[in-house]
Nanobody, 128 residues
Framework: QVQLVEYGGGSVQAGASLRLSCAGP????????MGWFRQAPGKEREFVAY????????YHADSVKGRFTISRDNAKNTMYLQMNSLKPEDTAVYYC?????????????????????WGQGTQVTVSS
């Protein structure tokens, strides 16, 4: 079982920035394709961003493009989500997720079912 731990959430005002972190397993972290999802109260889980094993390929949902940036530091076994210009509609629980390295998922994994391991989530609240 792969353990993922998110941290860095909090309550901020609109326009502020936050950086989320996701710590993954040492030794094998660089083998996992990873992503961020979020779920707001009463809404379905939403894909936010994806990053390849090396970090060379990233993909962001249209709703966050230009404001959020996904990145990773394999030496630190950590993935990040830099969130700038936050809006009240960004309020949600944010989850990091990983694709099992033995599994083939073609293209950009953007569905929840594409991912095998999930963190516990971290709350982000943006007030107007």
């Amino acid at each position: 079982q792969v353990q993922l731990v998110e941290y860095g959430g909090g309550s901020v005002q609109a326009g502020a920035s936050l950086r989320l972190s996701c710590a993954g397993p040492g030794g094998t972290f660089s083998s996992y394709r990873m992503g961020w999802f979020r779920q707001a109260p009463g809404k379905e889980r939403e894909f936010v961003a994806y990053i390849s094993t090396s970090g060379g390929t990233t993909y962001h949902a249209d709703s966050v493009k230009g404001r959020f940036t996904i990145s990773r530091d394999n030496a630190k076994n950590t993935m990040y989500l830099q969130m700038n210009s936050l809006k009240p509609e960004d309020t949600a629980v944010y989850y990091c997720a990983a694709v099992d390295y033995r599994r083939r998922v073609f293209g950009v994994p953007s569905q929840g079912d594409d991912y095998d391991y999930w963190g516990q989530g971290t709350q982000v609240t943006v007030s107007s």
